[in-house]
């Protein structure tokens, strides 16, 4: 097989894996890969804001672990592909010459152990880093079980790295995993990479990102939301990812290439942000609105100001899958509403359905002086203005 054949493989295994993104609000994309024959090219959006084309690829889609939710698992019977180190930088300059990339995210199967497959990882980013002298962006994933020592090494030469937290907890982990161990192969790990990059630890400009495995236990959002806000908290993770768990994968019932049909599948389902507002679920689908709405949640955290203490749960502890939670909150506190216009601090309109960070700012910026006699005067799009309405007064 030459590099470009391996690379169809690896990168198409690789989309499972949906935190290469370091910061977009466009969720929806992150299944979308390439339509226009080099199946390994991700749109995305990093942290800076530059948004483009990222080549995303695994170094290797063998794994000796078991993880119950991935296609990738020591049991599946499926052709195991690797990549050298050289030969992905070599390739990777070469290609990025000619498209303009905005970087590599780079993961991996273990193999061997978490280090021998972390040194593969760096390998390839010191090749790009001394060898090719690339100043581009590189997300590297932390192998969980990765040695510090590893950790720092990965930290040295990439942009950006993540760890993927997989689950809410321990009980809900070991539900998926036997020879993984949450507290010493996700949660210490995890603690120590924000340990080095927050302020005074020897990373402090790595970006970190992480993601939930979506349904594939018997998690709630609520333990979700609670685990994700404290790794935005206490752990100041940049970005948290949410993936559906689609079931099948990770079945070895299921033939590999049979899973990888209905992954295809579910990536041509519409986007969820044109679902029409009142949704019924079905199937499948359920889970795409449900992984949809802990991205709402997550956004409320990051861009409005909500805490974790704000969002609404069913008695089951789940987030209605039928409407927004920043809607259900404001359905539930009729005592915050309507709120002023002219008077009202930023943080006030951000509660607002219908007023979003952007609007929320210009409001406040040119009410000074502004004659206000009716809403209209806000000058918002009439679509947001119809739905902030009820909940606004001059
Ligand atoms: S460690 Fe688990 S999630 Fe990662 S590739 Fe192996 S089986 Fe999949």
């Known amino acids: 097989m030459d590099t470009q054949e391996k690379l169809d493989i690896l990168a198409r295994d690789a989309q499972y894996d949906l935190s290469c993104a370091c910061s977009t609000n466009k969720p929806e994309e992150h299944r979308k890969r390439s339509v226009d024959g080099d199946r390994w090219l991700y749109p995305v959006t990093v942290a800076n804001g530059g948004s483009g084309i990222m080549l995303k690829t695994l170094m290797s889609n063998g794994c000796g672990n078991d993880c119950k939710y991935c296609p990738l698992r020591c049991q599946q019977d499926f052709r195991r592909v690797s990549l050298e180190p050289s030969e992905l930088a070599s390739f990777f300059i070469d290609f990025q010459r000619k498209r303009n990339l905005i970087g590599l ?16 990882l760096i390998g390839t980013a010191e090749i790009l880093r001394k060898r090719y002298r690339y100043r581009g962006y590189i997300h590297l994933k932390i192998i969980s079980g990765a040695s510090k020592a590893a950790m720092d090494k990965a930290m040295s030469y990439a942009s950006a790295v993540s760890l993927n937290i997989e689950t809410p907890g321990a009980s809900h982990f070991q539900k998926l995993t036997d020879r993984k161990r949450y507290e010493t192969d996700i949660m210490e790990p995890l603690r120590y990479i924000a340990s080095q990059t927050q302020r005074g630890g020897l990373f402090p400009r790595i970006h970190t990102s992480s993601q939930f495995i979506v349904g594939a236990s018997d998690e709630t959002d609520r333990e979700i939301l609670q685990y994700g806000w404290q790794m935005y908290r206490s752990l100041g993770f940049g ?41 019924k679920p079905v199937g499948a689908q359920k889970l795409l609105v449900r992984e949809h709405r802990l991205y709402q949640a997550d956004w409320l955290f990051r861009q409005y100001r909500f805490r974790y203490d704000d969002m609404v749960f069913d008695s089951a502890g789940n987030l209605d899958l039928t409407k927004d939670p920043k809607q259900l909150w404001a359905e539930h506190h009729p005592e915050y509403f309507p709120v002023n216009v002219r008077r009202a601090s930023l943080n006030q309109l ?14 406040v910026d040119n009410r000074k002086g502004a004659v206000l006699s009716t809403l209209e005067d806000l000058r918002l799009p009439r679509s947001y203005l119809e739905k902030a309405a009820p909940y606004l007064e001059l």
């Open 105 to 120: 995210f780079l993961s991996s199967g273990v193999v061997g152990n978490p280090d021998r497959t972390m040194d593969r």
């Open 239 to 279: 970005r948290l990812y949410y993936s559906a768990y689609q079931n099948g994968l990770g079945d070895p019932s299921i033939p590999g290439e049979r899973q990888l049909e209905r992954e295809l599948i579910v990536e041509e389902q519409p986007t969820l942000f044109e679902l029409p507002p009142v949704y």
């Open 350 to 363: 951000l509660r607002v359905p219908g007023i979003g960070p952007t609007f929320a700012r210009r409001i």
